[in-house]
């Protein structure tokens, strides 16, 4: 009975432990309450295609920071595009992982003849610096070998970024190899794991439980995710700097800027 009670009492710390962040918030200092167009600041009725050349040089006139998604091609090239599927932009039934650059650059995207996949290099070349970045960073079947081809093409970027990811192991690869690189954790509500992960990985990883693995600078969480505990708690017991994904409305977007958060949206002008 003894060891039960033990047991009970050490569970709160235990769980403090396991969700706390990294609690160093000054590497934090500079990006509160930024403003990111969620994959570029793309409108396809104007012709520009999230995660594209024009829909980042859109947010770069705007003044916007740009969160962009990362992946390897069949043939090991860094691409800018999100999904694992190409279905849905370009009508093609492949992964990204399976296709060459040379096969996807053949591909058309969300019906505009010139909207292509870029690659990573492209975007940085284009961006040059001009407004942050908030790379995100897809998980795939070589998760380090990506994160080491990030940093490979950030050698001598001369712009502002921080990385994220959905996969606690990714993050944990920076906080282990690129500890001077902030760092965030994604997170949704347990129903957006769903397909992805089981229902015991999907608890686990919606209650931030894998923090003590990556220790995140900041934790990137659903805004419109229903019944969403663990940010609240993050809020409240470590003032986790937070990014709010996706806002879609002004009076949302106030209320996010309003709490020092970082604002990834889209489909509005702030």
């Not at 509160?32 to 012709?47: C, E, I, Q, T, V």
Request: glycine share 8%; hydrophobic share 45%; charged share 25%.
């Amino acid at each position: 009975m003894r060891p039960l009670l033990i047991l009970t009492a050490a569970m709160p710390a235990l769980i403090l432990f396991l969700v706390s962040p990294n609690l160093r918030r000054g590497r934090m200092k500079g990006w509160r309450a930024r403003l990111f167009a969620h994959r570029g600041l793309h409108d396809p009725s104007k012709g520009l295609v999230e995660n594209t050349l024009p829909a980042f040089e859109a947010a770069c006139r705007g003044g916007y920071g740009i969160e962009l998604d990362i992946q390897f091609t069949r043939d090991m090239q860094v691409v800018v595009f999100h999904d694992d599927n190409l279905g849905r932009l370009a009508g093609d039934a492949r992964n990204v992982c399976d296709a060459t650059l040379a096969e996807l650059r053949l591909l058309p995207l969300a019906g505009v003849d010139a909207a292509r996949i870029p690659t990573l290099r492209e975007v940085l070349d284009a961006v040059d610096g001009r407004v942050p970045l908030l790379i995100e960073l897809k998980t795939g079947r070589k998760n380090a070998a990506l994160c080491q081809a990030l940093m490979d093409h950030l050698k001598g970027y001369r712009g502002e970024y921080i990385v994220e990811s959905f996969n606690p192991l990714i993050v944990r690869w920076f906080r282990r190899n690129a500890p001077g690189v902030v760092r965030g954790q994604l997170v949704c509500g347990r129903d957006g794991y769903r397909g992805a992960v089981g229902a015991v990985p999907a608890l686990l990883m919606s209650s931030l439980l894998f923090n003590a693995l990556a220790r995140p600078d900041f934790i990137a969480y659903d805004v419109n995710a229903p019944r969403f505990f663990a940010p609240r708690l993050q809020r409240a017991l470590f003032r986790t700097p937070l990014a709010a994904w996706t806002v879609r409305t002004p009076p949302l977007l106030r209320q996010v800027q309003a709490r020092g958060e970082i604002a990834i949206f889209e489909r509005i002008e702030p």
